[in-house]
């Protein structure tokens, strides 16, 4: 059975910074790309990036870009993002994705 | 970047009539490999998205054939036939032929 698990998710200052973690199981993680994607309190989706199997490629949304860096580790079967000077407005509900196949997500609230 | 309109935002619906739901792209969503990377979601309350149609018109695994997806280049429509009280929620259309990805603002189904 395919799982995905995010974690690391918190309050977080404006500027400030966070990482969240997506554990995979059930499948052999490297074989696939994978995507982030979040949702604001009360709105819509909004797809973040995505990343190619070895880590070597990645795609990024205009609004999140040079801000947030999407790696991965398959040794841990592990899908990372990387926030960087977070703002009001990525306060959201994060999840990682394998195409039909999405974790819990993990809250991110930026507030000080 | 491209835009999907939704329509309608809401749609009331008895149990047991068909609804329909309208997903226009701001362009043409046929890749340059022929494919057409056009997916439809379903979020009931409290859960992540759940896949129900990729390609356009493919159902993925599990998912009833009440759900009929269809449409070309930029028009496409969701069917969904005898409406159950499992299929109520808000339904997302989603493109990935155009980087970057993007979702439509979404359709509530609801009981009329």
Known sequence: EVQLVESGGSLVQ???????????????????????????????????????????KT???????????????NAKSTLYLQMSNVKSDDTAIYYCTRGAYWGQGTLVTVSS | DVVLTQTPVAQPVTLGDQASISCRSSQS???????????????KP???????IYK???????????????????????????????DLGVYYCFQATHD????GSGTKLEIK
């Open chain 2, 100 to 103: 970057p990805f993007t979702f």
């Open chain 1, 59 to 73: 795609n990024y949304a205009p609004s999140i870009k040079d801000r947030f860096t999407i790696s991965r580790d």
């Open chain 2, 56 to 86: 356009v018109s493919n159902r993925f695994s599990g998912v009833p054939d009440r759900f009929i997806g269809s449409g070309s280049g930029s028009d496409f429509t969701l069917k969904i036939s005898r409406v159950e009280p499992e």
């Open chain 1, 14 to 56: 404006p500027g400030g910074s966070l990482k969240l973690s997506c554990v995979a199981s059930g499948f052999t993680f490297s074989n696939y790309w994978m995507d982030w994607v979040r949702q604001t309190p009360g709105k819509s989706l909004e797809w973040i990036g995505e990343i190619n199997t070895d880590g070597s």
């Open chain 2, 46 to 52: 409290g859960q992540s998205p759940q896949l129900l």
């Open chain 2, 29 to 43: 969503l046929v890749h340059s490999n022929g494919n057409t990377y056009l997916e439809w979601y379903l979020q």
